[in-house]
């Protein structure tokens, strides 16, 4: 069973950056497409970002499109997502997931039925 844990969150002014970091640990011998969501308060969770098992795709919603770039690290099962320019309306726990569908889910703007982590709270606040 993969277990995800989400670290990097925090707070940081408008036009900051912050670096969130995935690391998955448990059944890892194969690799995980993994997605990066966002929840803010009293609000709907979506997908922000997605890439594919073999770092061949990557999804972004046009919100963060130009200011989040997604990657991973195989070697020790680590997926970030780099996030540059940063504005109060990012404000929100995020969580990354495996999906099993390779980033086809997300990238259709569904959530996928996969493991999820417990999600970090990012703030971006003056």
């Known amino acids: 069973q993969v277990q995800l844990v989400e670290s990097g969150g925090g707070l940081v002014q408008p036009g900051g950056s912050l670096r969130l970091s995935c690391a998955a640990s448990?059944?890892?011998?194969?690799?995980?497409?993994i997605g990066w969501f966002r929840q803010p308060p009293g609000k709907e969770r979506k997908g922000v970002s997605c890439?594919?098992?073999?770092?061949?795709?990557?999804y972004y919603a046009d919100s963060v499109k130009g200011r989040f770039t997604i990657s991973r690290d195989n070697a020790k099962n680590t997926v970030y997502l780099q996030m540059n320019s940063l504005k109060p309306e990012d404000t929100a726990v995020y969580y990354c997931?495996?999906?099993?569908?390779?980033?086809?889910?997300?990238?259709?703007?569904?959530?996928?039925?996969?493991?999820w982590g417990q999600g970090i709270q990012v703030t971006v606040s003056s």
């Open positions: 890439i594919s098992r073999s770092d061949d795709f990557t």
């Open positions: 448990g059944f890892t011998s194969d690799y995980y497409a």
């Open positions: 997931a495996t999906d099993p569908s390779d980033c086809t889910v997300v990238a259709g703007g569904n959530l996928p039925f996969g493991s």
